[in-house]
């Protein structure tokens, strides 16, 4: 017979208990996937909140990016990776960004909308549809001269260069963003038993 104290099961079925009571507790507090500034919150301290409920938004002040509407007949020579020059209304034109196109998107932005317009071919009046173009922006820039979410910008882009691609032809090799926030360290608990067991074991 094995007589390791920590080897018996009703030894074990206390650990698992001691471990789920643990993580439970872990669990209640909740930490941001990401590094950046409150922009709206839903709660108040003392709140009782359920799962799903949405607390805040938290924007990160980093790795932000432009969403240009161009129309379709600016996009012939427009390539991915053309240098992009972008003027924001709340700096006015003493800060002048710049940027590169990134993608273009394969749809309008009423075509994805809950009713999409019918611009059928017997229709007398032509509605010029516009694409959104993005464009990622230096993270150097962003840090000196942060933006917010929603703002207007004038952006220029020069289509000298056209050697580019249309449509992206490589897959993004490393992720828009990581977040180790639902990551939960157990050597605490592992060693809180460990001590228990230890603490019986005479």
Do not use: C
Request: aromatic share 4%.
């Amino acid at each position: 017979l094995n007589s390791n104290l920590e080897d018996q099961p009703a030894v074990q079925q206390a650990a698992t208990e001691v471990r789920n009571a643990w993580l439970a507790l872990e669990r209640t507090r909740i930490v941001s996937p990401m590094t950046g500034y409150v922009s709206r919150r839903a709660v108040q301290p003392g709140a009782q909140i359920s799962p799903t409920t949405p607390l805040m938004a938290v924007v990160p002040a980093t790795d932000l990016w432009v969403d240009a509407n161009f129309k379709e007949t600016q996009l012939a020579n427009m390539r991915i990776g053309q240098p992009v020059t972008i003027i924001t209304d709340i700096y006015g034109d003493d800060v002048k960004y710049t940027g590169k196109v990134v993608g273009l998107d394969m749809g309008t932005g009423s075509a994805f909308s809950l009713l999409p317009a019918q611009n059928a071919t017997g229709n007398w009046i032509k509605v010029v549809q516009r694409l959104p173009v993005r464009v990622e922006l230096d993270a150097r820039q962003l840090e000196q001269h942060p933006l917010r979410i929603g703002l207007s910008t004038l952006v220029t882009v020069d289509t000298a260069n056209r050697d580019g691609q249309v449509l992206a032809s490589q897959v993004r090799t490393t992720p828009v963003a990581e977040s180790n926030a639902r990551e939960i360290n157990l050597a605490p608990v592992n060693k809180l038993i460990d001590d228990i067991v230890q603490a019986n074991a005479g």
